[in-house]
């Protein structure tokens, strides 16, 4: 959303931008407000400012979009592991190119090993190995008495 609508001055979006990078909220005040030279202060008015709705939100949001541009999800990884087993992705290795050079190849085609590993977790995955049988739900307990004769 655009400043307007989140209603963030630019230096408070600059100091949740900072908060953000650092983690710290002292030291995010001090880049935010560079007229501001005192740490008791920065401590102080860091941790107020970590408590306004609307930076709270911002940073907050900014956060999920950095979660998921950084972290694979698991459609993404199935996706990975089944163009490994199809082969349908390169990688790189290393060519010896003899007295020692060696060169990098990067189109070089998953291995047997890669696509067999590819190929392993994507059956971990969908409990293709399994011998236990998971079974959910409620069963009764009954006690037998045999102990009298």
Same mark, same amino acid.
């Given at each position: 959303?655009?400043?307007? *609508?989140r209603?963030?001055?630019?230096?408070?979006?600059?100091?949740?931008d900072?908060?953000?990078?650092?983690?710290?909220?002292?030291?995010?005040? %001090?880049? =935010?407000?560079?007229s @501001?030279?005192k740490?008791?202060?920065? #401590?102080?008015?860091?941790? &107020?400012?970590?408590?306004? =709705?609307?930076v709270? *939100?911002?940073?907050?949001? &900014?956060? *999920? *979009? %950095?979660?998921?541009? #950084?972290? =694979?999800?698991?459609?993404?990884?199935l996706?990975? %592991?089944t163009? @490994?087993? #199809?082969?349908?992705?390169?990688?790189?290795?290393? $060519?010896?190119?003899?007295?020692?050079?060696?060169? $990098?190849?990067?189109?070089?085609?998953?291995?047997v090993?890669?696509? $067999?590993?590819? =190929?392993? !977790?994507?059956?971990? &995955?969908?409990?293709?190995?399994?011998?236990?049988?998971?079974?959910?739900? !409620?069963?009764? @307990?009954? $006690? @037998?008495?045999?102990?009298?004769?």
């Amino acid at each position: 959303m655009p400043l307007i *609508e989140r209603k963030l001055t630019l230096k408070q979006q600059a100091f949740a931008d900072n908060y953000i990078k650092i983690g710290n909220a002292t030291e995010a005040y %001090l880049k =935010a407000y560079s007229s @501001v030279k005192k740490e008791t202060t920065a #401590r102080t008015n860091g941790s &107020r400012l970590l408590t306004n =709705a609307n930076v709270s *939100e911002y940073i907050a949001e &900014r956060m *999920e *979009e %950095l979660k998921s541009e #950084r972290v =694979a999800d698991q459609q993404e990884i199935l996706e990975t %592991l089944t163009a @490994v087993l #199809r082969g349908e992705v390169n990688g790189a290795t290393l $060519i010896g190119m003899g007295m020692g050079e060696q060169d $990098i190849s990067e189109d070089m085609k998953p291995s047997v090993a890669e696509k $067999i590993k590819a =190929a392993e !977790l994507l059956g971990k &995955r969908y409990a293709m190995w399994t011998d236990k049988q998971q079974i959910d739900g !409620l069963v009764p @307990v009954t $006690i @037998v008495n045999d102990l009298d004769d």
